[in-house]
Nanobody
Framework: QVQLQESGGGLVQAGGSLRLSCAASGRTYSSRTMGWFRQAPGKEREFVAAIPWSGARTALVDSVKGRFTISRDNAKNTVYLQMNSLRPEDTGIYYC?????????????????????WGQGTQVTVFA
């Protein structure tokens, strides 16, 4: 089991930037793909980005490509989501999640059902 704690959310004007952090505890963190999801009011949780345990072949939803970057520092047990050029439609609660499967070698998972551990979420609000 991996325990996760997000931080870095806040209120920002459109065009601004935020960096989210997700601190993980548990010995198996470094062996798992890590993901970021978000949920806007009245909408389902949606995939934003994921990075495999190796750090290669990151996956991003089309709406954030060119604006968001996911990275991880396994020495610090932390995964990051750098968000630039923020838009009001990026508003929501952002959740960090850890893959159910350690050392996954198939395609980077993007479905909520692929992830077994979740943080409590951090609110991101972007105003025009």
């Amino acid at each position: 089991q991996v325990q996760l704690q997000e931080s870095g959310g806040g209120l920002v004007q459109a065009g601004g930037s935020l960096r989210l952090s997700c601190a993980a505890s548990g010995r198996t963190y470094s062996s798992r793909t890590m993901g970021w999801f978000r949920q806007a009011p009245g909408k389902e949780r949606e995939f934003v980005a994921a990075i495999p345990w190796s750090g290669a072949r990151t996956a991003l939803v089309d709406s954030v490509k060119g604006r968001f970057t996911i990275s991880r520092d396994n020495a610090k047990n932390t995964v990051y989501l750098q968000m630039n050029s923020l838009r009001p439609e990026d508003t929501g609660i952002y959740y960090c999640a850890a893959d159910k499967v350690p050392f996954r070698v198939a395609a980077v998972p993007t479905l909520p059902a692929d992830f077994g551990s979740w943080g409590q979420g951090t609110q991101v609000t972007v105003f025009a």
